[in-house]
């Protein structure tokens, strides 16, 4: 080979995942034992060494643990999706006697992160919620220590991580039952945009749950998580069906712009539509009536997805790779 082997012929010719060969050559001990021998014999025999950063991570250990996430929800640590479960993952991270660091991807270059990530300044990564940023969970396959995503990783390279997830489809299906139980049955979603995994395991436990019952599920109204486009697809819905009286908004975002719709066209909630968003944020609990919504349990998120990537460095992990945390209800007045 005239090249310098890499870690994918290494993991090539082991006929393992980079992944999997990334950790063997990082000595972890989650790795089996049989596996780690093939990765070893693969990498003599192509000359592979491994970067001095790797030699590092063996002969000790930084003390910190890195917290992942994208500068794009930086600006909205206020709320729930990433400030509560930073907040989760620093208090198991300080309680475990490690320095939490926080470090920001901004989805344009990756290679500064994941340098950062594999050169010894961390023990170990907490990742949250890159359900967007493709690029990133495609490299953290690559870096020689244990990761924990909040949230499902997003490439395919990444499916045989350890993450931790909200029930989504779960929490569909008891949005459906909230309704059905107000005694609505011309039901309609107001969905996000198509790709949105979750967003689309959502609307499938509420069809479910609909069709289970008898009731059709009604249409669906597609659009961003964002309040204007939630008010341009309830009005949509109005016009395709303006005898609705129950909707499922799959964001409290849409549900907040839903209402507005709702409000210009007479229609009160929730006497003449109920409405249930998704997530609890403060939005559902400030808006006009209160929303009720399926509540994400981000804290818990949080707080497993840290003793997880802990549990990997020290080798004493167990259980299913996916994890999932069931959702609740809380009710409040748009129901």
Known sequence: MSRRPTLVDVA?????????????????PTVDPALAARVEEAARELGYTTNPAARALRRG???????????SDAQGQSGPFTAAPIRAATRVIFDAGQQPV???????????????????????????????????????ADVPIPVAHVG???????????????????????????LLDAGRHRLATL???????????????????????????????????????????????????????GIFATSDLVAAGALR??????????????????????????????????????DELGTRAARLALALLAGTAEGPRRQVVPTTVTVREST
Do not use: K, M
């Open 61 to 71: 250990r930084a003390g910190a643990v890195a917290i992942v996430v994208p500068a």
């Open 191 to 245: 969905a996000g945009p198509d790709h949105f995994g979750p967003g689309r395991e959502r609307l499938q436990g509420f069809a479910d749950r609909c069709r289970e019952a008898g009731v059709d599920p009604g249409p669906r109204v597609p659009g961003e998580y964002e309040l204007e486009a939630g008010t341009r697809a309830a009005e949509e819905l109005l016009r395709q069906r303006p005898d609705v009286d």
């Open 102 to 140: 926080l470090l920001l991807d901004e989805g344009r270059d990756t290679d500064r992160l994941v340098r950062h990530l594999s050169a010894g300044h961390v023990d170990a990564a907490v990742v949250i919620l890159l359900y967007e940023s493709v690029e990133l969970d495609q490299v953290l």
């Open 261 to 298: 719709a709702l409000a210009a066209a007479g229609r009160r909630v929730p006497d003449d539509v109920a409405i249930v968003g998704f997530d609890d944020t403060v939005v559902a609990a400030t808006s006009d009536p209160p929303l009720t919504s399926v509540r994400q349990p981000f």
């Open 152 to 178: 499902r990783p997003s490439s395919e390279r990444s499916a045989d991580g350890w993450f931790v997830e909200a029930d989504q489809a779960g929490g569909g299906r008891q949005a459906a039952e909230t």
């Open 12 to 28: 090539r010719l082991a006929g393992v995942s980079r992944a999997t060969a990334a950790r063997a050559i990082a000595g972890q």
